[in-house]
């Protein structure tokens, strides 16, 4: 049997052992208790154990921000025959965000359409198709330089064949499927499979 120590002012002890005897709940002041370290990142799903640097300004983000979100995740460019998909994937952004869905992009030069530095992109981004939901810097996504998070991307979904390679990831941060880049972001077979996740 263990006793639970508390301070309890002189002359209540009676009553709080009346209480116990009789089975009462004690009332007791509830106390938000951060997260230790290793708990924080038991909550994050290992897939999204990583750090990026914003487009914009370049300040570091977790991915983990986004635990417990349906998440499109798909490198981008600047001078690709399917850049205009940058309006659909903002389109599908801002219609089911507040259901839970986030888009990420990771703009890549990996296919040699991209332009040269983290400013042009988020300029271009935001000038030409109104770009909202979160981008990152320009790193690398297929082959030995690619990002880990890439990796594993790969590994589970395929790696990205060309620009626009799309990965669907549920809300648990488990990879659900890829999409090649001649999948729009309206393509109805994507679009069902995104609202069936944000319905869990």
């Known amino acids: 049997m263990f006793l639970l120590r508390a301070r309890v002012p002189a002359g209540v002890w009676p009553a709080v052992w009346l209480g116990l005897a009789l089975g009462a709940a004690m009332p007791a002041r509830a106390q938000a208790v951060p997260l230790a370290p ?10 999204l154990q990583h ?6 300004d370049e300040k570091p983000q977790s991915l983990c921000q986004y635990a417990g979100k349906v998440l499109v995740v798909v490198n981008t460019a600047s001078y690709c025959g399917f850049t205009g998909q940058y309006a659909g994937l903002e389109a599908l952004h801002a219609k089911y965000k507040d259901r839970g869905l986030v888009v990420l ?22 000038n030409t198709f109104g770009v909202k939901f979160p981008m990152f810097a320009k790193s690398s996504v297929t082959g030995r330089q690619a990002s880990p998070f890439f990796k594993q991307l790969a590994a589970q979904g395929g790696a990205p064949r060309w620009n626009f390679y799309k990965y669907l990831i549920g809300r648990d941060g488990q990879l659900v499927a ?20 944000l319905a869990k």
């Open 38 to 47: 290793a708990a924080a990142a038991a909550a994050c799903p290992a897939l």
């Open 178 to 197: 890829s999409y090649g880049s001649m999948t729009s972001p309206q393509d109805s077979r994507f679009v069902k499979q995104v609202e069936q996740l």
């Open 51 to 56: 750090t990026f640097a914003r487009l914009q």
């Open 105 to 126: 992009g990771f703009p890549s030069n990996d296919f040699a359409q991209e332009k040269d530095s983290n400013q042009e992109i988020a300029a271009f981004c935001e």
